[in-house]
């Protein structure tokens, strides 16, 4: 809007110098000076007068176009310089506003740029954090659970070797029976009795404990190791063989053999 305020004040200041030019009053003077030669001139009829006239006429007709083309060429110069010096100025405003919305533009697109990078840095952490939380715990399940499957195969190896070990017991006390050596036959079946408890089974039980009642109420008397032994793995017994006749039978069995 500046910018047609200046350009109709520039085509106004041009239009005032056409205006004044052609309403010099020595132009009008020299149109009157003509207008009289020409009233004057009329009367006598002469050919000489005649073209000195139309001389004076044309001389006349040429100075009003000279100031008119100068008047023309004035005005298309000022116009010209104003619209050069205008055009210099956008050029220039629009230079500066276009430093500033760039320099704008800068500032916000780093804020925008520093703003994302928090938020990822943040998402970031927060996903290593859940990442390791998660490994943490799969980790952790992981080592319970092959902790527990290691505990229970080895409680499995334990109780096959119980199972074995009561076996291979057994055969020895049968063969201390063979022998008829009592004592060795109640060592046997103590032997017998630990193997049991070890694989857990019912019957392994059962049958040790049938054992070791046979052999005191045999009248074999157990030794202080025997009973030491017996006592501790007396109270590994499950809660269903408590009620066992052969604790009772140890208890009151004599603690020297009868000489």
Not at 13 to 36: A, E, I, N, Y
Not at 83 to 100: D, F, H, K, T
Not at 152 to 169: N, P, S, W
Not at 202 to 225: Q, R, T, Y
Request: hydrophobic residues 40%; proline residues 3%.
């Amino acid at each position: 809007m500046r910018f047609c305020w200046l350009y109709l004040v520039s085509l106004l200041m041009g239009s005032l110098l056409v205006f004044g030019q052609t309403s010099d009053p020595s132009t009008k003077g020299s149109s009157g000076v003509l207008v009289r030669s020409i009233t004057t001139a009329a009367v006598p009829n002469t050919p000489s007068t005649e073209e000195a006239v139309l001389r004076a006429q044309l001389a006349e007709i040429r100075a009003n176009d000279e100031r008119l083309l100068d008047t023309v060429h004035w005005s298309l110069g000022v116009a010209v310089t104003i619209a050069i010096l205008l055009i210099g100025y956008g050029w220039y405003v629009n230079s500066r506003v276009y430093e500033r919305e760039r320099d704008a533009m800068t500032v916000t697109l780093q804020s925008s740029i520093r703003k994302q990078l928090t938020q990822a840095v943040r998402r970031m952490n927060k996903k290593h954090v859940e990442l390791g939380s998660g490994l943490r715990s799969d980790v952790e399940s992981l080592a319970k659970a092959t902790k527990k499957h290691v505990e229970h195969r080895l409680e499995h190896i334990d109780q096959e070797f119980g199972g074995v070990g009561f076996k291979l017991a057994s055969l020895e006390k049968h063969r201390w029976e063979e022998k008829n050596v009592g004592g060795n036959v109640l060592s046997a079946s103590i032997e017998m009795f630990q193997h049991a408890i070890r694989s857990t089974g019912d019957f392994e039980i059962g049958a040790s404990l049938d054992s070791i009642l046979a052999c005191l109420k045999a009248g074999n008397v157990p030794s202080g190791h025997n009973r030491y032994q017996f006592e501790l793995l007396w109270e590994n017994v499950p809660d269903k063989h408590k009620s066992h006749p052969v604790k009772a039978e140890m208890d009151n069995a004599p603690r020297f053999a009868q000489i």
